[in-house]
Each structure stands twice: as structure tokens, then as C-alpha cells.
């Protein structure tokens, strides 16, 4: 997989990976609980895999990244090992490390820099599913604290929760608003509320990225 991710095609690989990552969450609520987890976080471990291959073209990130994903590792297996619930909050704070360098990385490499091609096409698309991630996790962190922040979801592990989570967080983030999952603190209200000021902010940075982009490379 080294070999065949490369500076045309990386975010192609990313982008897949993560929608893998958002798929296998939803499929895994049909599994036997004892089987969910370690699906899940196996999934986790393989979408970090290929985001470190793909940004391995940025070295001020790669190495941050390798650090967070063994972090991560580290803390799944002592909250596996020992029973330690807390350690789920640890988890939650390492994944969105990963997320928003992640983020940062692609950012610096697709927005306002160099032409338009698909690849940086594809990697617009995998910056919006950073951010959705990213919210993800910030909603499963509020509900390791407060479990009744939102109505429509259960008292449940990170893990059960991640799915439908994950669907709130991106339907904010479109702004469709259903409304069968809502925020009722205040905390997670404004969470809420910022995230899809950011939905709405991304696009129009994205647009203006693109236009810049190939309007430098018509006048080149």
C-alpha cells in the first residue's frame, strides 16, 4: 500500500478510508456487542494507517500523526486489559488529535496552493469528513460528561454511540436539521450551532479555493 499511494492519489485512499470508517460503524450496530468494539477500533486503526501513508508527502505531520495513532493503540489496549472506563475519554481526546491534524495537513496542501486537479478535488471532500469527524467526537466527549446533552440518543459506550452520532454531526453540518437527535444543554447547543456555521463557512472557502486555483493556472 506504501508503494501505491503517491502524491496523485493520496487523498483518494484517505477519502475511501473514511467513508469505510463511517460505513463499518453503522453496519457493526448489527453485531453482537462483544464483537462491535473490537470492529470498530480495528476499522480506526486501518483509516490511521492510511491517513499516515498519505500525509507521509508532509513530514512536520507524519510523525505527529504515528505518535497520536500509538498513543491510541496504547489506550485501547489498557482499557481492554483493564477495565478502565475513564480511559475511553483519553481515546476520544487522541482521535480528534488525529482528526484535526489531519485536517490541518490536508489544508495546507489543497486550499489556495497550486491547480485544481482531482486529487485535490477528492481532498476537499475528505477535509468536510474531517470536520464532521471532528464534531464526532466533540459531541462523544460532552456525552461522556453528560450523558442527557442530547435527546434521541442512549446512555451508551463511545463505541454504540459513534454511528449515530456521526449522523447528527453531518446532518448539522449540511444544516438539514431533522431533528430526531437535539442538543438540550447549553454546551452542546453551542457545539452544535458552530459546527454548522462551519458547514456553511467550509463551503464558501472551498469555492473560493477552487476559482483562485484555476484562475492561476489560466493565466500561467
Known amino acids: 500500500m506504501n508503494k501505491k ?3 496523485e492519489n493520496n487523498f483518494y485512499y484517505m477519502t475511501f478510508a473514511l467513508i469505510a470508517l463511517l460505513i463499518t460503524s453503522s453496519l457493526v ?8 468494539e473490537y470492529v ?3 476499522v480506526i486503526v486501518l483509516t490511521f494507517l492510511v491517513c499516515i501513508l498519505s500525509l507521509r508527502f508532509d513530514p ?3 510523525r505527529f500523526m504515528q505518535t497520536l495513532a500509538l498513543c491510541w493503540v496504547l489506550a485501547s489496549i489498557l482499557r481492554q486489559a ?3 472506563q475513564e480511559i475511553d475519554f483519553l481515546v476520544l481526546l487522541i482521535m480528534f488529535a488525529f482528526f484535526w491534524g489531519t485536517f490541518r495537513s490536508i489544508s495546507r496542501q489543497i486550499l489556495f496552493t497550486g491547480t485544481v486537479d482531482s486529487n485535490k478535488v477528492v481532498g476537499s471532500v475528505a477535509l468536510f469528513l474531517l470536520m464532521g469527524l471532528m464534531w464526532t467526537i466533540a459531541y462523544l466527549v460532552v456525552m461522556e460528561f453528560s450523558p442527557d446533552s442530547f435527546t434521541g440518543m442512549n446512555q451508551m459506550s463511545w463505541g ?3 454511528s449515530q452520532m456521526a449522523y447528527f454531526s453531518f446532518v448539522t453540518l449540511t444544516t438539514l436539521g431533522y431533528g430526531d437527535i437535539s442538543p ?3 454546551f452542546s447547543q453551542v457545539l452544535v450551532y458552530m459546527e454548522a456555521i462551519a458547514g456553511v463557512f467550509y463551503m464558501a472557502i472551498v469555492v473560493a479555493s477552487l476559482v483562485s486555483s484555476n484562475q492561476g493556472k489560466q493565466h500561467g
Open 5 to 7: 499511494i503517491n502524491k
Open 29 to 36: 450496530e448489527v453485531m453482537p456487542s462483544g464483537i462491535l
Open 40 to 42: 470498530l477500533e480495528g
Open 60 to 62: 512536520r505531520w507524519k
Open 82 to 84: 483493564l477495565g478502565i
Open 160 to 162: 454504540d454511540n459513534f
Open 184 to 186: 438540550i444543554s447549553p
